[in-house]
C-alpha cells in the first residue's frame, strides 16, 4: 500500500516562555503560545508500506535539497515513535518540507516542522490501520507525537492560544500534550499581529537545547518556574477579560527573564544584540508617546517579535518604517499575526 499526504502547520511564539525540561521531553513549567498565521511549515510524506520491512527507510528533502544532518535527527525521532507505533518500521518514507519564512528569521522552525510531521505520520498510520479517531483524540495524539520531536511543536498543532505544562490551577493542561485555552477570548486579543524584526539572521552560537539543559544547574531556576505557574494562570485571565495593560506587562517581563536566566546560567550567554535593545528601547518610548498598546517579546535569539491589534496596524507598520528597520537585517520585517493553526491539504496538484 501507497499513498501521498500533506499537512501545513504554523510556529508559534510563545508569551509565557518553557524553558527547561526533564526526562522525556517534558516541560519544568507550564507555557502559553499565540499560533502564527503566515509563519507555515508545509509537509508532504509519500508512503509505501511493507510488511516484510524491519526498519524504517527514510529519504528527506528539505525545499528540494537533501539535508542529511536533519535526516538523521528524522530517522532517530522515527524509531522513538515505533514503541507506540510498530507499523512505522515496515514504512518506506519521502518526507519533502518547505518553509514560507527564512531560517534562523526569529520563528520556531522546529515547532512548524514537527507538528506538521506529526499530523502528516498520524495521518499515514490511521490511513494504513484504518482507524476512525474523533477530532479531539488525533489532535491530542498528534500534540505527544510533536513534542517528541521539539516542546514547542506540542503547541502548534491547535490554533489561537494554547497551553502546554501541568498547572495546579487548571486541571486540563498536562506535560504530554497542548491544549488550547478554551475560554472565550476578548476580542481585543482575537486579531493580534506580530510584526517579525529580524536583527540578525545567522544562526545562533548557542542553541535552545543547551539552554534548557543549563537550566538544570541555574541559581535561579526554582525562581522562574514558580513565576511561569503564576504568569499562565495570569494571562489566562487577561486574555479573557481584555486586559492590554496586564498583557503587555506580563509578555514583557517573560521575554526579558528568559534572557536574563541564559545570562545567568554557567556558563552564562547572551543572545540579544545592540540592534534588539535599540528596538526595546525604541517601542517603550513609542508606547509611552502615543499610548498605542504595542509590546515587544523575544525568542531564545536577537530577533524582535512586536505583538499589536490589528487596529492600530497603519500607526506601526510606520513606526517599523521610520524607525526599526534600520537595526533590521535586510532592512525587511515578517509580518504575522494569530492564526487559526494547521490544516490537511487535500489538493495534491
Not at 188 to 216: C, P, R, W, Y
Amino acid at each position: 500500500m501507497h499513498g501521498r499526504i500533506t499537512w501545513e502547520s504554523p510556529s508559534n511564539i510563545a508569551l509565557i516562555k518553557y524553558w527547561g525540561k526533564y526526562g522525556d521531553q517534558l516541560p519544568r513549567n507550564p507555557s502559553l503560545s499565540m499560533t502564527l498565521r503566515q509563519s507555515l511549515t508545509r509537509t508532504t510524506i509519500n508512503y509505501q508500506f511493507n510488511s516484510q520491512q524491519k526498519a524504517t527507510k527514510l529519504k528527506f528533502l528539505f525545499e528540494g535539497i537533501p539535508n542529511p544532518d536533519f535526516e538523521k535527527r528524522l530517522l532517530k525521532y522515527l524509531v522513538r515513535l515505533t514503541g507506540r507505533f510498530p507499523v512505522i518500521s515496515s514504512l518506506e518514507l519521502e518526507i519533502i518540507s518547505a518553509n514560507t519564512f527564512p531560517h534562523s528569521s526569529g520563528i520556531a522552525s522546529s515547532a512548524s516542522a514537527f507538528s506538521a510531521l506529526a499530523l502528516g505520520l498520524l495521518s499515514v498510520i490511521d490511513e494504513l490501520s484504518g482507524e476512525k479517531r474523533t477530532p479531539e483524540s488525533f489532535y491530542r495524539e498528534a500534540s505527544e507525537m510533536a513534542r517528541l520531536g521539539s516542546g514547542s511543536a506540542s503547541r502548534s498543532i491547535y490554533g489561537g492560544y494554547v497551553v502546554w505544562g501541568k498547572t495546579d490551577h487548571f486541571y486540563q493542561y498536562n506535560n504530554l500534550a497542548a491544549i488550547p485555552v478554551n475560554t472565550a477570548i476578548h476580542p481585543v486579543f482575537q486579531k493580534m499581529n506580530d510584526a517579525i524584526l529580524i536583527v540578525n539572521d545567522k544562526t545562533k552560537k548557542t542553541g535552545s537545547s543547551t539552554g534548557h539543559a543549563l537550566m538544570e544547574t541555574n541559581p535561579y531556576a526554582s525562581a522562574r518556574y514558580h513565576q511561569a505557574h503564576q504568569h499562565v494562570i495570569q494571562l489566562h485571565d487577561v486574555l479573557t477579560l481584555g486586559n492590554m495593560d496586564r498583557f503587555i506587562e506580563i509578555v514583557e517581563q517573560e521575554a526579558l527573564t528568559l534572557h536574563a536566566l541564559m545570562m545567568s546560567s554557567q556558563p552564562g550567554y547572551m543572545l540579544m544584540e545592540g540592534g534588539t535593545l535599540s528596538i526595546v528601547n525604541l517601542i517603550r518610548q513609542f508606547r509611552n508617546d502615543t499610548k498605542i498598546p504595542l509590546c515587544f517579546t523575544l525568542d531564545a535569539g536577537p530577533n524582535v517579535h512586536l505583538l499589536y491589534p490589528d487596529a492600530y496596524k497603519t500607526e506601526i507598520v510606520d513606526l517599523i518604517n521610520r524607525e526599526l528597520l534600520l537595526f533590521c537585517t535586510s532592512n525587511h520585517f515578517l509580518d504575522d499575526g494569530i492564526g487559526p493553526g494547521p490544516a490537511k491539504v487535500t489538493n495534491q496538484e
